[in-house]
């Protein structure tokens, strides 16, 4: 689409303006737009709906709920930060966690440590502040920090114009250019209005928040992964869910071209009904994948602790718990949170490799580092998109 072509041209969601600058950008309208309800979206809500319904009561039911949490969160962290091209696994962020030397770049880790960081950091902050541009602010600020992209204003919206293409291009070359500096606000306070407005069904409502959140694109960097998280804080915020179980960057980064591609139909033709169908879609099938591998998590994690049994049993099962959280585990850091001597620990650590919970993966003969390889490939095994 030349830029030419695109002079003053209006879509059924926006508008694209030549600037004074002589680019095109797009003027998104605001929420809501008006919505046909299909057959076939009012199927994928209730099924979306049911599914999230179940993961909402499994995660009521968990005894200790933080422990499936904390690997889940670090999950979503990895594959979201992996959409933008951070290559840190999420063996390799827990490892470094537990304690573990690891061979990646420090900058990768902090990157996928820092949105592990900015969520936690939602989460909390929803107990006083609602979903706003504060918020959004805030959280980009703790995402941003000390990494790559630091330069781009932590916290503070842009003030200069964005945009989106292959690397390296120009703006002239880009294939979407997001409003300009000077009508930022203006789409930012309606967005944050729209955020406020709960006459939509909440799987519905996040889906539109997510779009123009993206299409307004109100940082220099970092919008992807402000706007995915956005998505589990306004589930929990709405009450959808007791507790961020649920996450869709595996489900965008599986389906990327599916993800981008919606954007665009909907700003060039107004197809919400196919971003919404890809988004339910999304949701119930991360719904599945998350009730899927925390029923297995919890399984092998009682199997584990019932078949303990001597004197070092009830340590050993503590551990096990820990491991839920963390696959792996040193000696020193599993005697710090369990608040045992270390011999004790060690003792459970010796009673849980002969019992095939753990392996020691390192060849120090300090600093040594155990890994309960089945929970972590429970977590890191791909999902179905």
Known sequence: ???????????PTGKWARTLEGYVAFL??????????????????????????????????????????????????VLSSRIEGTQATLG???????????????DDLRE??????????????LNTLPLSLRLVRELHEKLMRGVRGAHATPGEFRRSQNWIGRPGCTLAEASFVPPPPDALLEHLGAWEQFLHDQSLPP??????????????????DGNGRVGRLLITLQLCQREVLPMPLLYLSAFFEATRQDYYRGFTEVREHGD??????????GVARQ???ALNRSERINSLLTRWRESLSGSSAQTARELVNLLGGNPFTTARSAQEKLKVAYNTVVRAIGQLEVAGVVK?????????????????????????A
């Open 1 to 11: 689409m030349s830029a030419v072509a695109a002079k003053g041209r209006q879509t």
């Open 28 to 77: 998104p309208n605001a929420l809501p737009p008006p919505l046909e309800w299909t057959p076939q979206i009012v199927n994928a809500l209730a099924s979306a709906s049911t599914l999230v319904g179940r993961l909402a009561g499994e995660g009521r039911r968990l005894p200790n709920p933080h422990v499936l949490i904390r690997p889940f969160v670090r999950r979503e962290a």
């Open 92 to 106: 390799e962020l827990l490892a470094a966690e537990a304690g573990a030397t690891v061979e990646r770049s420090p």
């Open 112 to 125: 996928v440590g820092n949105y592990v960081t900015a969520l936690e950091f939602g989460i909390q902050r």
């Open 203 to 220: 799987l519905v409502h996040a889906a539109l928040a997510h779009y123009q959140f993206e299409t307004v694109h109100p940082f220099l």
């Open 272 to 281: 919400w009904a196919g971003w919404l169908l890809y988004f339910l879609n």
């Open 287 to 289: 719904s599945e994948d």
């Open 360 to 384: 020691e993966i390192s060849e120090a003969k300090r600093h040594r580092v155990w890994c309960a390889k089945a929970l972590l490939d429970i977590l890191e095994e791909a999902g179905s």
